[in-house]
């Protein structure tokens, strides 16, 4: 049997903001005809499927779409309640920490079954999923790309020092530091 060209897989993170980015990159790949496997916990699996607007199947679609989405188990976890004085999202920690640890073997297996049935298996990965990296480097034809899956004003807030474009916008930067040292300071 001769083996299919290539496969990918986009592994997104398990946090708001982080699905749409490599949703809309998986679908932009397809468009192309290319493979792809978009790779999460199934509640983030059923957020994806939900906001294929537009994007098919269907007679109304604009293109029929194909994007195999694959469920990565991982084990049951308890969530505190979220703490409204906090910006932080301390509360998801525990999903964060158990997707990170428990993501790893299936995602391993499902590289392999690609792996072996594709001549290059490219895996997109959340940068924060960078477990992801560490799995595709294991297979000898397998390769990965970090994408950095956050807002454009988070970019431009870390370019432009003096903020002048987020401050007419009335947007403000708050950058990771400052919202963790917030966070702890709640405590």
Same mark, same amino acid.
């Given at each position: 049997?001769?083996?299919?060209? /290539? #496969?990918?897989?986009? /592994?997104?993170?398990?946090?708001?903001?982080?699905?749409? &980015?490599?949703?809309?990159?998986?679908?932009?790949?397809?468009? &192309?005809? !290319?493979?792809?496997?978009?790779?999460?916990?199934?509640?983030?699996?059923? +957020?994806?499927? #939900?906001?294929?607007?537009?994007?098919?199947?269907?007679?109304? @679609?604009?293109?029929?779409?194909?994007?195999? =989405?694959? /469920?990565?188990?991982?084990? #049951?976890? +308890?969530?505190?309640?979220?703490?409204?004085?906090?910006? =932080?999202?301390?509360?998801?920690?525990?999903?964060?920490?158990?997707?990170? %640890? %428990?993501?790893?073997?299936?995602?391993?297996?499902?590289?392999? +079954?690609?792996?072996?049935?594709?001549?290059?298996? $490219?895996? !997109?990965?959340?940068?924060?999923?960078?477990?992801?990296?560490?799995?595709?480097?294991? *297979?000898?034809?397998? +390769?990965?790309?970090?994408?950095?899956?956050?807002? #454009?004003?988070?970019? $431009? %807030?870390?370019?432009? &020092?003096?903020?002048?474009?987020?401050?007419?916008?009335? *947007? /403000?930067?708050?950058?990771?530091?400052?919202?963790?040292?917030? @966070?702890?300071?709640?405590?």
């Amino acid at each position: 049997m001769e083996s299919a060209a /290539v #496969a990918i897989v986009t /592994v997104s993170f398990p946090a708001q903001g982080h699905l749409n &980015q490599l949703l809309h990159l998986s679908l932009l790949l397809v468009a &192309q005809g !290319l493979p792809v496997h978009f790779a999460a916990l199934e509640p983030h699996l059923r +957020e994806a499927r #939900a906001r294929l607007h537009g994007w098919g199947p269907g007679p109304d @679609a604009a293109l029929p779409v194909a994007v195999r =989405f694959r /469920v990565l188990d991982v084990p #049951a976890r +308890e969530s505190p309640a979220p703490d409204p004085r906090s910006p =932080f999202p301390a509360h998801r920690q525990p999903l964060f920490e158990a997707y990170c %640890g %428990g993501a790893r073997a299936p995602l391993a297996a499902l590289l392999a +079954e690609l792996a072996a049935t594709h001549r290059r298996v $490219v895996v !997109l990965h959340d940068r924060m999923a960078a477990f992801a990296a560490a799995e595709a480097a294991r *297979l000898p034809n397998a +390769e990965s790309l970090g994408v950095h899956c956050l807002a #454009a004003s988070y970019n $431009v %807030g870390w370019a432009d &020092q003096e903020h002048a474009l987020l401050r007419p916008h009335g *947007l /403000v930067f708050h950058p990771p530091d400052a919202a963790a040292l917030q @966070a702890c300071k709640a405590r």
